[in-house]
């Protein structure tokens, strides 16, 4: 079983960048697929980014592409997700997730293919 904490939310002007972060208690954080979801008020789930066991296989939500960046340092136990030249509309709480312990490189994007979540950290972007 793993706990995930995410941090590094905020206030931030458009334009500018975040660095999120989702560190991983128990064992075995290299062996979980993780992924990266938001939830804008009023709005459902929404898939934003993913990656493998190792690292090396990673996915992002189209509208997202060439903004954000996950990566994960599997040494620190932690999930990090890189988001530049934020937009308003980027505006969400951010939750990181964790597949149950598996052998493979595959990344997942739905919601119930992951078995853990954190609590969520807002990010607020202003115009």
């Known amino acids: 079983q793993v706990q995930l904490v995410e941090s590094g939310g905020g206030l931030v002007q458009a334009g500018g960048s975040l660095r999120l972060s989702c560190a991983a208690s128990?064992?075995?954080?290299?062996?979980?697929?993780m992924g990266w979801f938001r939830q804008a008020t009023g709005k459902e789930h929404e898939f934003v980014a993913a990656i493998s066991t190792s690292g090396g296989n990673t996915d992002y939500a189209d509208s997202l592409k060439g903004r954000f960046t996950i990566s994960r340092d599997n040494a620190k136990n932690t999930l990090y997700l890189q988001m530049n030249s934020l937009k308003p509309e980027d505006t969400a709480v951010y939750s990181c997730?964790?597949?149950?312990?598996?052998?493979?490189?595959?990344?997942?994007?739905?919601?119930?293919?992951?078995?853990?979540w954190g609590q969520g950290t807002q990010v607020t972007v202003s115009s």
């Open positions: 997730a964790a597949k149950s312990p598996h052998f493979s490189a595959a990344i997942y994007y739905r919601q119930d293919q992951y078995n853990y």
């Open positions: 128990g064992r075995s954080f290299g062996a979980y697929a």
